[in-house]
């Protein structure tokens, strides 16, 4: 075993021992998978990592294993909708520019501005 495999070693097992004693401090029974899982959710969503770079870190085969990854958290898509909201709104107050040549209600209709 070489240096850098000792090392490692060393730091899985330190790493088991000091989440043994979490668990037994906080009641729970987390394991290095789960810490595994929430690592690569965290990068999977990170948008300073690409999906491959993901599957290259955790050393999945396919890139499809690490796709699992990429659920939306529901706190992230209520925010995308009230910002598109938001904009929506902010849009339909603004007056429509209608260019030289186009009838404004024509457009306000084609557009679906005139509801």
Do not use: C, W
Not at 3 to 28: F, I
Not at 47 to 66: D, G
Request: a negative charge.
């Amino acid at each position: 075993m070489d240096a850098a495999a000792a090392a490692a070693a060393v730091d899985l097992h330190a790493t088991r021992a000091v989440l043994v004693r979490a668990n037994a401090l906080l009641g729970t029974n987390y394991s290095l998978h789960d810490l595994r899982h929430t690592a690569a959710i965290r990068m999977a969503n990170d948008p300073n990592f690409s999906l491959v770079e993901v599957q290259t870190i955790l050393r999945h085969a396919s890139v499809t294993s690490t796709q699992i990854y990429l659920q939306p958290r529901l706190q992230d898509l209520i925010a995308k909708l009230a910002d598109l909201h938001e904009r929506r709104r902010a849009a339909a107050a603004q007056p429509l520019a209608v260019p030289a040549g186009y009838d404004e209600t024509e457009l306000a209709e084609l557009l679906g501005l005139d509801q």
